[in-house]
């Protein structure tokens, strides 16, 4: 079997999906994509074809290690997230080719389920107490909101205030045992991550995501000694080598790779292990596509020191088009009580609908996130 054509479609609201064809008609698919960089991936993947053209789709390591570092330069956002689009199409191939889901090539299940939450409040949270007691009554367990908006190296305190009146609202709606994450989306800087995360410290969170942006790993520590609460952070984080870093820093309880960025199904199990190694929990960060989704699942499938999984239903981004609308049967991540079955379908075990796909791509996007500035002009996190 060789691999005979690639084939990507950027389809709303801000995906790019990846089709692999090969010469005895078994196909996978695949999600690479950086939200907002679609098309800039999508380059990336046409110029690493040239490397898959004509070869065994089931050598996915040997693939993996050719597009990673037969390259001098290597890693970062585009080449790694093309690289991970690819892998999942590869797996998609395989598990199709042996008939049997991906978890069961690594290993196999050690669970039947996986707890999921949904996001509420978009960009610029608000009326969260309401929106998190809707998805209590649909049967969600737990929730992820944004923090705040715009805020400076050192900023008002009643921005803190604002946050803790949203997460008070949610705790009251919904009581003492619904979790909330609150995700500071890198927006904060150190000096305000320790107020807040002291200040967050009494509603007993699930966790806080990305208190410092990536980067600034080093900085953890210190926000550290503000709060008990879990910190989670990985989603821009690429390869086990990026991840390194955090593990032996030994501050981080959650990390958070992200299957269509980080190196795909293989590589986040690698993480995965080496996390499991330092005592460390994984919530794999999706608020992409079916397909990343789908992915997930596999991995969760057979990691046991996963914890929760992020999915986009309803997340504020779906405008036009959403997680389920791209299937043909949208019951295999059907939600209840907080959970989803592990699909056991062979490969990513679901049906694309790429009659649909086609007629979505025609209509394209071109997202991209907005840029924000602070009240002095400067230009702050999104």
Same mark, same amino acid.
């Given at each position: 079997m060789k691999i005979a054509d690639l084939k990507l479609y950027q389809v709303p609201p801000r995906w790019l999906f990846l089709k692999i064809e090969t010469d005895e008609?078994?196909?996978?698919?695949?999600?690479?994509?950086?939200?907002?960089?679609?098309?800039?991936?999508?380059?990336?993947?046409?110029?690493?074809?040239?490397?898959?053209?004509?070869r065994n789709p089931l050598e996915i390591e040997d693939i993996w290690q050719t597009l990673y570092r037969g390259a001098f330069y290597r890693g970062g956002p585009i080449i790694t997230s093309a690289i991970s689009g690819i892998e999942q199409a590869l797996w998609d191939i395989k598990g199709k080719y042996y008939n049997a889901p991906i978890y069961e090539l690594l290993g196999g299940a050690c669970r039947n389920n996986i707890d999921v939450y949904c996001w509420i409040g978009g960009d610029r949270p608000a009326d969260v107490g309401n929106a998190a007691l809707q998805q209590k009554n649909l049967g969600f367990k737990a929730i992820k909101m944004n923090a705040t908006e715009e805020m400076?190296?050192?900023?008002?305190?009643?921005?803190?205030?604002?946050?803790?009146? !949203?997460?008070? %609202?949610?705790r009251e709606a919904?009581?003492?045992?619904?979790?909330? %994450?609150?995700?500071?989306?890198? !927006?904060?800087?150190?000096s305000m991550a320790k107020v807040l995360?002291?200040?967050?410290?009494?509603?007993?969170?699930?966790?806080?995501?990305?208190?410092?942006?990536?980067?600034?790993?080093?900085?953890?520590?210190?926000?550290? &000694?503000?709060?008990?609460?879990?910190i989670a952070t990985g989603e821009r984080l690429f390869t086990r080598w990026d991840f390194k870093k955090i593990f032996e820093q030994g501050i981080v309880d959650i990390i958070q790779p992200d299957l269509s960025h980080a190196g795909g199904?293989?590589?986040? !199990? &690698?993480?995965?292990?080496?996390?499991?190694?330092?005592?460390?929990?994984?919530?794999?960060?999706?608020?992409?596509?079916?397909?990343?989704?789908?992915?997930c699942l596999q991995m969760d499938a057979c990691t046991p020191n996963t914890i929760i999984q992020e999915q986009s239903l309803g997340i504020h981004y779906n405008q036009g088009s959403d997680l389920l609308d791209y299937l043909k049967d949208s019951s295999v991540f059907d939600y209840g009580n907080g959970v989803v079955k592990i699909p056991?379908?062979?490969?990513?075990?679901?049906?694309?609908?790429?009659?649909?796909?086609?007629?979505?791509? &025609?209509i394209g996007h071109s997202w991209k996130n907005p840029v924000w500035r602070n009240s002095d002009g400067t230009v702050a996190e999104w």
């Amino acid at each position: 079997m060789k691999i005979a054509d690639l084939k990507l479609y950027q389809v709303p609201p801000r995906w790019l999906f990846l089709k692999i064809e090969t010469d005895e008609g078994i196909f996978g698919w695949g999600e690479p994509v950086v939200e907002g960089k679609a098309s800039t991936v999508a380059a990336c993947v046409k110029e690493m074809s040239e490397y898959l053209i004509g070869r065994n789709p089931l050598e996915i390591e040997d693939i993996w290690q050719t597009l990673y570092r037969g390259a001098f330069y290597r890693g970062g956002p585009i080449i790694t997230s093309a690289i991970s689009g690819i892998e999942q199409a590869l797996w998609d191939i395989k598990g199709k080719y042996y008939n049997a889901p991906i978890y069961e090539l690594l290993g196999g299940a050690c669970r039947n389920n996986i707890d999921v939450y949904c996001w509420i409040g978009g960009d610029r949270p608000a009326d969260v107490g309401n929106a998190a007691l809707q998805q209590k009554n649909l049967g969600f367990k737990a929730i992820k909101m944004n923090a705040t908006e715009e805020m400076h190296y050192i900023d008002s305190f009643s921005k803190v205030e604002g946050v803790i009146d !949203r997460v008070t %609202a949610i705790r009251e709606a919904c009581g003492k045992d619904f979790g909330i %994450a609150v995700d500071f989306h890198g !927006r904060v800087h150190k000096s305000m991550a320790k107020v807040l995360a002291k200040e967050l410290e009494p509603y007993h969170l699930m966790f806080i995501e990305e208190p410092v942006l990536s980067e600034n790993y080093e900085a953890l520590k210190e926000v550290a &000694k503000y709060t008990s609460t879990p910190i989670a952070t990985g989603e821009r984080l690429f390869t086990r080598w990026d991840f390194k870093k955090i593990f032996e820093q030994g501050i981080v309880d959650i990390i958070q790779p992200d299957l269509s960025h980080a190196g795909g199904i293989l590589e986040c !199990r &690698k993480i995965s292990a080496m996390a499991e190694a330092y005592d460390m929990a994984v919530a794999p960060h999706c608020p992409l596509g079916p397909i990343a989704l789908a992915a997930c699942l596999q991995m969760d499938a057979c990691t046991p020191n996963t914890i929760i999984q992020e999915q986009s239903l309803g997340i504020h981004y779906n405008q036009g088009s959403d997680l389920l609308d791209y299937l043909k049967d949208s019951s295999v991540f059907d939600y209840g009580n907080g959970v989803v079955k592990i699909p056991k379908g062979a490969g990513l075990g679901i049906e694309i609908n790429e009659e649909f796909v086609k007629k979505q791509a &025609k209509i394209g996007h071109s997202w991209k996130n907005p840029v924000w500035r602070n009240s002095d002009g400067t230009v702050a996190e999104w």
